[in-house]
């Protein structure tokens, strides 16, 4: 018989007693599925454009994109915030740039999570100046009491509280991205 996704996380907290959960696995694709409905319902009729940010959107996007049900295109860039540390250095970088061209398109940016917010300020800044027919954000967390930059997200998986997080693409030194669920890093297991 299969596993329920519980039984599951549970295998997968045996492994990384680490990490204490946030957010379960049936939590986040619950939600996921209320995001994709609500955007399938926004975007009818068009031919919207999916902006994956690497790499901490893979898993998200991955989801969202497959509760979508009609055409939709899908690109990603990679942006430089964080090395390996749990702060940001405040410096943003376009690693990898866009295969498609924007203009005209309406373009949805997925994001992992909302921090600071100067990287979204810097995306949206680059992709807005390309002239697309419309501009919006999602992304699954956002961590209300951390942001710096104007951002305001069209769609929200969850608010969380100021703490380091990892798992479903979002990692802690290029480690945790794999776990189904969202987890709190233990104090002593990562450096501030
Ligand atoms: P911002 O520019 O400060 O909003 O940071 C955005 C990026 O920082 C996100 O796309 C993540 O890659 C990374 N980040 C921010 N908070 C966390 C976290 O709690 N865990 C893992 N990565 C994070």
Request: hydrophobic share 45%; proline share 5%; charged share 25%.
């Amino acid at each position: 018989m299969a596993r329920s996704s519980a039984e599951l996380d549970r295998v997968w907290l045996e492994q990384f007693p680490e990490v204490d959960i946030l957010l379960d696995s049936a939590t986040i694709q619950k939600r996921v599925s209320e995001l994709a409905q609500q955007i399938a319902r926004d975007y009818e009729g068009t031919f919207p454009l999916m902006v994956g940010v690497l790499k901490g959107s893979v898993p998200f996007l991955a989801d969202l994109m497959r509760a979508v049900p009609f055409r939709v295109a899908c690109d990603y860039v990679a942006i430089s915030s964080y090395g390996t540390e749990t702060t940001s250095s405040g410096v943003v970088r376009l690693l990898k740039d866009l295969d498609t061209e924007v203009v005209g398109r309406h373009v949805l940016v997925v994001e992992d999570i909302l921090d600071t917010g100067l990287t979204l300020q810097y995306l949206m800044g680059l992709l807005q100046e390309r002239r697309p027919f419309s501009l919006k954000v999602c992304a699954l967390l956002q961590k209300p009491d951390r942001l710096k930059a104007p951002i305001t997200l069209d769609y929200c998986g969850f608010s969380i509280p100021n703490e380091f997080v990892v798992g479903y693409g979002l990692d802690y030194a290029e480690q945790y991205r794999n776990l189904p669920f969202i987890g709190a890093l233990r104090a002593d297991s990562a450096e501030d």
